[in-house]
T-cell receptor, first 110, second 114 residues
Framework: KNEVEQSPQNLTAQEGEFITINCSYS?????LHWLQQHPGGGIVSLFM???GKKKHGRLIATINIQEKHSSLHITASHPRDSAVYIC????????????FGKGTLLTVNP | KAGVTQTPRYLIKTRGQQVTLSCSPI?????VSWYQQTPGQGLQFLFE???????NKGNFPGRFSGRQFSNSRSEMNVSTLELGDSALYLC?????????????FGPGTRLTVT
């Protein structure tokens, strides 16, 4: 079993829909990262959180430490949101490293 | 402020050869981490350098090595290349490299081993 599980693996939505991507992890963590990767490879860090909720524009990330679960929400989705969304957990204290989920491929159709 | 840069962007090598990839972090960032991304395994942590010292290492064979210079620029080297080393290699820099600081990724180097 992977330490970081994401669901769904693939998601197709219509423009304007509300999107939720889930991430569950099995290890103790110091922080959880949500990353966005567009075709071509570049990765952008969307959120880093260790508790509660963060919001940036149409993106919202939440984390429940007790349940070892995080969600990434996209409100009013747009075709430019089409990308792979990757959940990564940071752990290890002074030997901090990221462990990644397999990613969720989101396609938003106009 | 300039972002993280990686050179070269694309590389084709033959089995058995060695390769060196370079990463220049954001100015002021002292931590550089390297990652390998393949379709089968996804993103995997290779190693992290901080102040010219390797601080953490992932589960990769000794053929994968790296170093960091006094200006925080980092290189990674893969010796005796295998077909399975074909991947996108990403580096990321962060201000200090602790859990409190987010990572900024470079565009990656796509390595193809034939």
């Amino acid at each position: 079993k992977n330490e970081v599980e994401q669901s769904p693996q693939n998601l197709t939505a219509q423009e304007g829909e509300f999107i939720t991507i889930n991430c569950s992890y099995s290890v103790g963590i110091s922080a959880l990262h949500w990353l966005q990767q567009h075709p071509g490879g570049g990765i952008v860090s969307l959120f880093m959180l260790s508790s509660g909720k963060k919001k940036h524009g149409r993106l919202i990330a939440t984390i429940n430490i007790q349940e070892k679960h995080s969600s990434l929400h996209i409100t009013a989705s747009h075709p430019r949101d089409s990308a792979v969304y990757i959940c990564a957990v940071g752990s290890g204290g002074s030997n901090y490293k990221l462990t990644f989920g397999k990613g969720t491929l989101l396609t938003v159709n106009p | 402020k300039a972002g993280v840069t990686q050179t070269p962007r694309y590389l084709i090598k033959t089995r058995g050869q060695q390769v060196t990839l370079s990463c220049s972090p954001i100015s002021g960032h002292r931590s550089v981490s390297w990652y390998q991304q393949t379709p089968g395994q996804g993103l995997q942590f290779l190693f992290e350098y901080f102040s010219e010292t390797q601080r953490n290492k992932g589960n990769f064979p000794g053929r994968f090595s790296g170093r960091q210079f006094s200006n925080s620029r980092s290189e990674m080297n893969v010796s005796t290349l295998e077909l399975g080393d074909s991947a996108l290699y990403l580096c990321a820099s962060s201000l200090i490299g602790t859990v409190s600081y987010e990572q900024y990724f470079g565009p990656g180097t796509r390595l193809t081993v034939t």
